[in-house]
């Protein structure tokens, strides 16, 4: 499906040439052999993803091209300006690719394969310099050459990247749905798995679909998955599909999903991000032993490949769970942990929220002053949350210093007083109701203070934007899944894996900026990932 090669272009035959005109047409016939062999050269380097070596070679071609008589806009030209064009947009130049994309003439034909290609890749180029309406007409006018041929699952698939950038998820549901269909008629079942639980974080996060909805999408994208033979991005897949489970609050099948990610996920910081999704799902569950043991797996598992920030956020919910087990100083210990791992990273959130957690410790172990020390520096630190955190924040902080005024009350109670009379209760308290009042403080502060970890940072998360979303959206390679899954969302989805290289006429780039590999918003894990946390708390593997 590629436009014609510069040797199929068809030459014009004029009058009978003289010596002269004959020397030059040898020397022409001798460029295009040239040229012939560059473009396969081009492409021979694409396939072996050798991206600026194929730059190169389609260059050279491009300028012998110009070179050729009457050179203005042949066939030929117009052939390796698209290469070209294909190949800047490729390695990262989109706003020279579409110049000489555009050169090209995309839309000269009526219909085909060719012209399709042609249009995509100029929507690739659009794409990359953020230009989405732009994008999205031509992706629209590639999916006209390609539905014929059933070939139009990628350009679907871009097309739903684009309306989760534009903050359109419903739209983008219907595209990745459309796409995750177009790839299980094309036999390619891991493909459509990964586009159908793209499509599921996107009815997420529009809000627009009940429970059952949601639920029997993602059951789809399982059931595809497990029909491919292919391996390779499925623990990324499994791991989304628990997040979108958990956002369901449906954390038994969110662990299953995840104990599916595992084994799958063999890179350190992989298998740490599905530590930490099953030890999160385990808290929600109460079943705190379980999560104790994974999220200390996950905090080693990130200090060993020097994931600082991820680390934090394990030591905070390690301590989470911890204190859920009644083990107040070790709970206490990791909150520490978190605390000076988010000061490392410059995690205002984190810290803020770790802090949160030593108060609740402090209190749960009878030292108020530690806990008002810590809710005060908690507060100090969120003035950029929502309303709703500074409000827990400042509940807790009183709660906090009335049980501290209350003790301090109940040891004057005890002491010798003056003749000149008896001590004033500080702040007002009544003497004759220090013994409750301490009780009630105490076990306001062990039920308020220390409340849920997870449940706060999940409200915490429901009321700011998603960060990197998401999914988001990186310029042609992801947007927010399932924020994912970016985009990028964006939870994350990697993208299937064929490459789209066509016969040596016309580039079908295959890398991360320009391509039809469909590896949009959720590309595969990386040796180094990036975490993104979600809205419930839980994290994605981008």
Not at 154 to 165: F, T
Not at 186 to 195: F, V
């Amino acid at each position: 499906m590629s436009s014609p090669t510069p040797e199929d272009t068809p030459q014009e035959h004029g009058p009978e040439p003289s010596s002269s005109k004959k020397k030059k047409k040898r020397k022409w016939l001798q460029q295009e052999a040239s040229i012939q062999a560059l473009t396969r050269a081009g492409h021979g380097a694409l396939r072996a993803g050798r991206n600026h070596e194929a730059l190169t070679s389609f260059q050279r071609a491009f300028l012998l091209a110009s070179k050729a008589p009457r050179a203005k806009d042949t066939p030929v030209l117009r052939a390796c300006a698209f290469n070209l064009g294909a190949a800047y947009v490729e390695t990262g130049d989109p706003a020279r690719g579409l110049e000489l994309l555009l050169r090209a003439r995309p839309e000269e034909k009526a219909q085909g394969g060719c012209c399709g290609d042609q249009c995509f890749n100029v929507a690739l180029a659009y794409h990359a310099l953020g230009d989405l309406p732009q994008a999205l007409a031509w992706y629209h006018r590639a999916l006209g050459h390609y539905q014929p041929q059933g070939d139009q699952g990628e350009a679907q698939a871009k097309m739903g990247d684009c309306y989760q950038a534009l903050g359109q998820p419903e739209l983008a549901a219907l595209c990745l749905q459309e796409a995750s269909r177009a790839y299980a008629q094309a036999g390619r079942p891991r493909a459509a798995a990964l586009t159908m639980g793209a499509a599921a974080g996107c009815m997420l996060k529009s809000g627009r679909h009940g429970v059952g909805e949601v639920v029997q999408v993602l059951e789809e994208s399982r059931r595809l998955a497990e029909r491919s033979a292919e391996r390779g991005l499925l623990g990324q897949l499994y791991n989304d599909l628990g997040l979108g489970y958990s956002q369901l609050q449906l954390f038994p099948l969110a662990v299953e999903a995840f104990l599916q990610a595992l084994p799958l996920c063999r890179e350190p910081g992989e298998e740490a991000t599905v530590l930490r999704n099953l030890g999160m799902a385990h808290n929600a569950l109460g079943n705190y032993q379980e999560a104790r043991e994974f999220h200390q797996k996950a905090a080693n598992l990130h200090g060993s490949v020097g994931q600082r920030w991820e680390q934090g956020r394990s030591f905070g919910s390690l301590a989470f769970a911890l204190s859920q087990l009644g083990d107040h100083k070790a709970a206490r210990d990791n909150y520490l942990h978190a605390l000076q791992a988010a000061r490392d990273t410059g995690d205002v959130k984190g810290q803020w929220q770790a802090c949160e957690g030593l108060g609740a410790a402090a209190a749960r172990l009878g030292q108020y002053d530690q806990a008002l020390k810590h809710y005060k520096e908690a507060l100090a630190q969120c003035q950029k949350e929502p309303d709703s955190v500074r409000q827990r924040l400042v509940a807790k902080l009183a709660d906090a210093m009335r049980t501290h005024l209350a003790q301090g009350e109940l040891v004057l109670t005890h002491t010798p007083t003056p003749a000149s009379g008896r001590p004033q209760p500080l702040g007002g308290a009544c003497p004759a109701r220090t013994p409750a009042g301490v009780g009630r403080g105490k076990a306001d502060a062990q039920r308020r203070s220390a409340g849920r970890w997870e449940d706060e940072e999940a409200e915490d998360n429901r009321e700011k934007k998603e960060e990197e979303g998401s999914a988001n959206v990186p310029a042609m390679s992801r947007a927010r899944r399932l924020e994912g899954p970016g985009p990028r969302i964006h939870l994350s989805f990697g993208g299937p894996d064929s490459s789209r290289v066509g016969k040596p006429g016309i580039l079908v780039p295959n890398g991360t900026q320009a391509n039809r590999s469909s590896r949009w918003p959720w590309e595969a894990p990386s040796r180094n990932p990036q975490r993104r946390p979600t809205e419930s708390g839980f994290c994605t593997i981008t």
